[in-house]
Structure formats: structure tokens, C-alpha cells
């Protein structure tokens, strides 16, 4: 059985937790998009880890861990992370990577950071891991598939020149850096050929046959549906499709596979990078929330910067479980809002005068104000509470009205950052 586990909101609602946990029981973890951009954190009996570009099953030696064709690969990246895990006493993963993965090349660093230099104060608010130009390149069929890697030497330097030509004339007159160089590039992609040999696969035959066997394959989103590059809030989004759709051509699997969609969705909302964020909060509101939430406050898990906070949005969670065709929801970091009296929610956007309940293209949402309600809060500490009745009441009725509103059953509410900080819930809807 194939289930999704990818998230509602901007990214950042604990899918590494909920997959982390969800993986005792599966057999193949796949990360299908995206790149070391992403900070999925886990804490178990190993530790406390920020996973970039490796898969959250890799704390369990039988899981099968799989980098898929729509993943933007950065291999120094990758094997930094696999010696970090291994140095604090993790086993090696068993890892596959795909012979089809998109490189994350040198210079695609290298043009982020730049980009974002030129922009100034209208950057994107990047993480200068490379993912835009990586997946730039790709769409332009100027980028290199790992398998590239091994092709024959005159073809690769062929290849390599073209890209350079191109590259070269916007460092140059654009950016005004130093150009690129052919030959270090190869030297560069040799070197990447040498560490990534043991794990490069055809990941999409193993994952026909391990679908054929029965296997219970986690396909792990990262991000969120505010991010998708079609569906999210463009252009401040990822460069590639962070819904679960995308899942079908990033690990090269049929779409109808894909039986169960397990959305992430955070109790209160955060956000990193610039665009618009019709929920945010400022000031000492926002600094108590950010303080309070996540796991030691509200800081990314890549970059370290302040996430920008904000209440529970209800109309882009509820467009963010549609896009996703989520089929059950995990709401997650319930126990940091035990301090509130009262719990204010986004339930419609104001545009101009008009209420609207469905999410609005980028355009009407620069412009939307929140409609907020306020439900009560329940003014005690959850963490530690294992099931559902246990949940003070109104702490019940606060998941209860979410689900109502985002109209899709809330099947796991999480209560703390480790693996065992989970209740399992029968949804109401
Ligand atoms: P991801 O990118 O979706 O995997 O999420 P991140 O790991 O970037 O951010 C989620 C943060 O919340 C991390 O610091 C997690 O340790 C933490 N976290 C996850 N679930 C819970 C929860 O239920 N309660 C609390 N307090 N923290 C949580
Ligand atoms: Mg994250």
C-alpha cells in the first residue's frame, strides 16, 4: 500500500515527525520532490536530527530508503548528512538513489545566491540551496540526471561546455561574478560520480516491484500545499509540485497507487520566505507564539531564522487538504497553544469587502484581510496524554471545529515533538 504524508500548509508542519513514527511500520520511505532545502526534524531514541535530503525512515535499518527521479540532488549535501546520522550512532541507511535524479550543480548555489543578491530587498527569501536554478535548469533541458554522470567522457565534457556557454553569459553580464569553468566542472562531477555510486539505482523498478510485493511504501512530501509551484501562492513558492499528485511522476509510480493521502497540518500556522500570509501575527503576540511553538520555538530548521507565525487558517487549510485530495489529516503542535485564554482562527478572507471561504489566486490574496473567530482555550499542559478522551474538552472542540471546517476527518493530533507523542483519533466528519 502506498500512502502520501505531505503537507497542508507552508511547509514546516512536522511531516518528519509523522513519518518518522509512520515508518515503524513500512517497508520503503521515498522523498519525491525537493532538496536539501527541506529541514525535517525528528527526535527518537538516537537523538534529535534536521533531515535535508535524506528520508525520514532512516532510523530503521529494515526501511528501505529511496531518493526519487523528482528529487533536486546535492550529493556533498546528501553524504554529509548520511556521515552525521552514522556518527551519532545511526546505522547505515539503506539507501537508493534514482539514476534519474536532477543534479543540484555548483553553480545552481552559486545563481541562487546571486539572484537573490540582485533582487535585494525584493528576494524571495531563498535558501540558497540551489533548488530554483536546479529545477530551471531541468524544465530547460539544460540540467544533468545522475546518470549523466557516467556517461562517456567526451559526451559529458560536450555537455558540460553548452551549459557553460549559457551559464556563463548571465554570471558575466548579469551578475558580474567570476565565469564558470568546463574543466573544474568535470573534475567537480567526477568527484560526485565516486560518492554517489553505491546508492544510484533504477528507483523506479524497485518501487514497481516493491509495490507488486505488497510493500508499505511512505512517500514523503516536503514543504507544503502554499508551496506548490502551480497551486500554491506564485511566485513565492518551491520550484517543484509539493502536492501529492507529484508524488506519482517524482518516484515514477501510477497515480492510482497512491491509496491513502496523510496531510500534515500544524494546530497554528508558520511560514518562512516572503508572500502573502493572511493569518500572520506581529509583535509580542507573535513572539510568545513563536517562542512557545514547535519544538524550542518557531526557528527554520535549515536556515535558523525566525519563522513568521500566525493563527489556524481554515480557508487555506481547507484548499490545501483539497489540492493535496487528502484523504485524513494529522493536526499537529497542538500542546505549545495551552497558553492561550482564548484561540483565534482565520475562518474566511475579507478582499476588498467581500468574504471569501475558497482560497483566491495570488492576486485577490495580497489584497485579503482575516475574518477571525475566537473558540476557547483549554489552559493546561497536553503533553504526555496518549488518547483522545483524556484531551480537556475544549482542547477537543478546537480540533473538532477545525476538522468541520477544513472538511476532511483529523485522524492524529500530535502532541509533542518525539515519536511516542501521538493520539490517534476516530474524526467526527
Ligand atoms: P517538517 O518540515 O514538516 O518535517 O517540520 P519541521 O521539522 O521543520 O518543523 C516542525 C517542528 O515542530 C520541529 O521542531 C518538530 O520537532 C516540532 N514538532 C513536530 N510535532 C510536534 C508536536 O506535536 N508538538 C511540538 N511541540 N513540536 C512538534
Ligand atoms: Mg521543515
Known sequence: MVKAIVGVNWGDEGKGKI???????????????????????????YGKFSLHMLPSGVFYPDVTCVLGNGVALNIPKLIEEIKNITDQGVPAPHLLVSDRAQLVMPYHILLDGYEEERLGGRSFGSTK?????????????????????????????????????????????????????????????????????????????????????????????????????????????????????????GAGIPPYEIKDVLAISKAYSSAVGAGAFVSEIFGDEADELRARGGDGGEYGATTGRPRRVGWYDCVASRYGCKVQGATEVALTVLDPLGYLDEIPIVTAYDVDGEIFHDFPNTTYLYRARPVIEKLPGWKSDITGIRSWDELPEACRNYVDEIERRIECPITYVSNGPAREDIIVRKPKI
Open 19 to 45: 513519518t518518522d513514527t509512520l515508518a515503524a511500520d513500512s517497508d520503503v520511505v521515498v522523498r519525491f520532490q525537493g532538496g536539501s532545502n527541506a529541514g525535517h526534524t525528528i527526535k527518537n531514541e
Open 129 to 249: 540551496s540551489g533548488i530554483a536554478p536546479c529545477y530551471s535548469a531541468k524544465y530547460a533541458k539544460i540540467g544533468f540526471q545522475a546518470n549523466e554522470l557516467f556517461m562517456p567522457e567526451q559526451e559529458l565534457r560536450d555537455r558540460i561546455e553548452n551549459v557553460c556557454t549559457i551559464k556563463n553569459a548571465l554570471i558575466k553580464n548579469l551578475y558580474h561574478k567570476p565565469e564558470l569553468d568546463p574543466d573544474d566542472l568535470y573534475d567537480t562531477m567526477m568527484e560526485y560520480k565516486e560518492m554517489i555510486k553505491p546508492y544510484i539505482a533504477n528507483t523506479v523498478k524497485f518501487l514497481h516491484e516493491a509495490i507488486d510485493a505488497g510493500k508499505n511504501i511512505l512517500l514523503e512530501g516536503q514543504l507544503g500545499s502554499m508551496k506548490d509551484i502551480d497551486l500554491g501562492i506564485y511566485p513565492m513558492v518551491t520550484s517543484s509540485n509539493t502536492i501529492a499528485g507529484g508524488a506519482a511522476a
